[in-house]
């Protein structure tokens, strides 16, 4: 994983990678910010001026859409939700 994809306004580059990017930059994170001493790396939870750099107070914080979305757009996002579409299209079965 390229680190600069984290660094693009959208996360687009990183949702396009492999499941195993994923489960790998999850497994990350997870070391990095847990406080089971028998998991944890303790990287970020020594170091204030990295702490600093890094983390952001939650206060100071504005949600933007972490994707840039393209002209189209699958709605059939689950089984339950292309049933009830399908049904308003055709009578229930």
């Known amino acids: ?6 660094a ?3 996360l687009n580059g990183f949702m396009a990678c492999d499941r195993t990017v994923w489960q790998a930059t ?3 994170l997870q070391k990095l910010l847990t406080t089971d ?3 944890a790396d303790f990287t970020l939870r020594d170091d204030a001026a ?3 750099q ?3 107070p939650l206060s100071t914080v ?6 840039k979305i393209g002209d189209y757009t699958d709605f059939y996002s689950s089984r339950e939700h292309a049933t009830n ?5 055709r009578r229930s079965e």
């Open 1 to 6: 994983l390229d680190p600069k994809c984290f």
């Open 8 to 10: 693009e306004p959208t």
């Open 26 to 28: 999850r497994a990350r």
């Open 37 to 39: 001493e028998s998991f």
């Open 50 to 52: 990295l702490q600093e």
């Open 54 to 56: 890094v983390m952001v």
């Open 62 to 67: 504005t949600m933007h859409l972490p994707a």
């Open 85 to 89: 579409v399908g049904t308003m299209f």
